[in-house]
RNA sequence: GCCCCGGUAGCUCAGCCUGGUAGAGCACUGGCUUGGUAAGCCAUGGGCCGCGGGUUCAAAGCCCGCCCGGGGCUCCA
């Protein structure tokens, strides 16, 4: 394919007399249109629609480029000498056109198989003229760089923002008093403008460092970390709860591929409605995408299944470890942004969007239980719902139902057409030190890809019928949850206090101290003890002083701390240093064991994946 | 992708502007020290100063190119 491409003040063509065996429709008068990107296009033997349709991308970049509001597609043979038939280059063509509708670019389209009188003006600049060539070969090289059309389209998207209030009450953002609600005010800002200059770097990336949790790795693809032990444990006792508590909320857990072949049919729309840059690997011939969520996994299977009305709703459930977006390098950042990602997935097949809304209450208050559970409290978090209008007018009670259960205030973001392939979404934000927004829990009611995927279920009269999708996550990605936790630590240290992780998910929870090396036998055995109550404990055994013991086990973050020497054991009293509240108690061994059991209280447990003795415990960095 | 900043010991960084052949603290190793609630003392070892080219008698430093990293912008379903 052959296009001279052209920027022109206005094009005027004239159709004259049919002159190919295969001829559209036309009429014969004046068309002019100005300001245009004209493309005068031959297509070859050989060409098809994908060639047309990339011409159609990569115009489209042009036009955003220099602003240029319409496009021109102008069959025009004279570019070769090795035309296609008159049916094939139709055929093409019509790709074009489709492509640019489905782009939503105002284009226009001159008649294929017609003599037609052209006269152009052309711009002056140097961009204005330019020839481009196309074979199949170039379609196969930068396809790898496909942009998902999603994303294209996310750009022209339009929204409307409100705040809903538990009351009832729907405020524009800019009539919103958001006395008391100052961290909905900088989200809603945040999410609305969504640019604001900062030059500090973002506190959680030298915590994640100096405390052993995880660190870039500048041997992977950047984005892709490495995670040290308390790091590893932390991270796989959030992925146990959440599991945990999926699982009791009836969720079905499922683990399904990591990769997925690109032409799958059910995929490529999915592909191109999801607005995600994919890691992409060929193998053989083939080109496999690396999954951005479990979507793709659990949808194929629930394709297969045999579901009547009567297993609905029903809860699918995957912990994807991992989850890949190949995001910009520049997006990339600490624990909130990455490539790789961890991320809790569950989708809920409905019946109808009456049972999808039931479902989505008791899936805001699992969420909500979640966030609980690993230590954000109500005042950590912002609330954001997004819908279309339609949804809007439909549902309005239902919107108002999950304003209502979450408490407070929450911004909202209307959109006159649905762009995706959701009609509602909602998600919990967590604003950090940046004053910048991420969000972590999220659903959204899916009207699509029942039908893209064929996944069906059997009615009462025995038809078949495609489901709502609900998709969940209800803690957002594990990785986002420890940056959540360590920006929130952060604070506590700008306000003076002491920072530290929520009980059950400190590393160490008990560190003894022998007061000297004499005692380290009694500390071995206390350690043993506290070990048999599921509590991790180490023993700092090193050649130190006890300050200086005591100063590492603080910026460790270490909840309690007991020094143990010749008072403790003649009493059998422990002497133990709170974190929480900077003080030192003293008690028995059962009771500081029966105060962690209560901290932790039905979250899991992991033993400390360690060497118990400091002196034989190596730093990694 | 664009803009900015950076790459010197395991880590954090100084030195670079104004060229003269490599520094500190911490960590590591050895020794002294048996210490009671936030850093005990001494000593030792450790460096293709990101890579390649250029200028110069001489380059960590100046110039050019490249690679890698980070931050900001943009984006964030």
């Not at 984005?223 to 991270?235: E, F, H, P, Q």
């Amino acid at each position: 394919m052959k296009i001279v491409q052209l920027h022109v003040d206005y094009v005027e063509y004239e159709p004259v007399r049919p002159e190919s065996s295969v001829y559209e429709e036309a009429e014969r008068k004046k068309h002019r249109i100005e300001e245009a990107l004209l493309l005068l296009t031959s297509v070859e033997k050989g060409d098809d629609r994908r060639l047309g349709e990339k011409a159609v991308e990569d115009a489209a970049e042009f036009m955003k480029e220099l602003k240029i509001p319409r496009l021109v597609i102008y069959p025009y043979a004279h570019l070769s000498t090795n035309l296609a038939s008159p049916g094939e280059a139709l055929e093409v063509l019509k790709a074009m056109r489709e492509k640019a509708e489905e782009m939503r670019l105002e284009a226009y389209s001159a008649p294929f198989g017609w003599n037609k009188k052209l006269s152009i003006s052309v711009k002056g600049h140097p961009l204005a003229e330019q020839l481009r060539s196309y074979t199949p070969e170039t379609v196969r090289e930068k396809s790898e760089e496909e942009v998902p059309q999603a994303l294209l389209m996310e750009e022209k998207l339009e929204s409307y923002w409100y705040i809903l209030t538990p009351d009832g009450e729907v405020v524009p953002v800019e009539q919103f008093d958001f006395k008391g609600h100052e961290n909905l005010e900088v989200f809603a800002r945040y999410e609305m403008q969504k640019s604001r200059a900062v030059l500090e770097q973002p506190p959680h990336v030298s915590l994640m460092k100096r405390l052993e949790i995880a660190d870039y790795e500048p041997a992977s693809d950047p984005g892709n970390l490495r995670w040290y032990a308390k790091g590893r444990l932390i991270k796989s006792l959030l992925e146990q709860y959440v599991t945990q508590k999926v699982i009791e909320y009836g969720g079905i857990e499922v683990e399904t591929p990591i990769m997925y072949d690109m032409s799958h049919p059910a995929l490529k729309k999915y592909l191109h409605k999801f607005p995600a840059r994919q890691y992409v690997i060929p193998v053989e011939d083939k080109k496999y995408f690396l999954r951005f969520a479990a979507c793709f996994g659990q949808f194929l299977i629930a394709k297969d299944m045999q579901l009547s009305y009567k297993h609905l709703p029903i809860w699918l459930y995957e912990l994807t470890r991992y989850s890949f977006r190949r995001e910009k390098s520049g997006e990339l950042v600490g624990l909130k942004r990455l490539r790789a990602f961890t991320m809790p997935d569950v989708h809920a097949l409905c019946r109808d969007i009456e049972q999808a809304k039931e479902e989505m209450k008791k899936r805001l208050r699992l969420s909500m239980e979640v966030m609980e559970g690993i230590g954000f409290g109500r005042d950590d978090l912002e609330m954001a719902i997004r819908f279309t209008k339609d949804f809007y007018e439909s549902h309005r009670d239902f919107i108002f139902e999950l304003v209502r259960m979450f408490g407070k205030p929450v911004l909202a973001e209307m959109w006159n057409e649905r762009y995706f392939y959701f009609v509602l979404k909602w998600e919990f934000n967590f604003v950090d030190n940046q004053r910048k927004a991420a969000a972590l829990s999220t659903d959204q009611i899916d009207v699509e890809n029942a039908r893209a995927y064929g996944i069906t279920y059997v009615n009462e009269k025995g038809e078949k019928e495609y489901p709502i999708i609900l998709h969940c996550s209800p803690s957002g990605a594990i990785e986002r949850v420890i940056y959540a936790l360590l920006e929130k630590a952060y604070m506590k240290i700008e306000k003076n206090e002491k920072p530290m992780f929520p009980i059950w998910l400190s590393p160490t929870q008990v560190r003894i101290i022998p007061v000297k090396s004499d005692y380290l036998e009694d500390a071995l055995e206390l350690m043993k003890k506290l070990e048999e109550s599921d509590v991790r404990v180490d023993v700092d055994d090193r050649d130190e002083t006890v300050e200086r013991k005591i100063r590492d086990a603080e910026t460790e973050w270490i909840p309690y701390v007991v020094v143990y020497g010749e008072r403790e054991k003649k009493s059998g009293v422990l002497s133990v240093r709170v974190r929480e509240t900077g003080k030192l108690e003293k008690m028995r061994v059962e009771e500081l064991a029966e105060k962690i059991r209560e901290a932790v209280k039905n979250r899991p447990f992991k033993k400390l994946p360690l060497p118990k003795l400091l002196s034989r415990r190596p730093s990694f960095r």
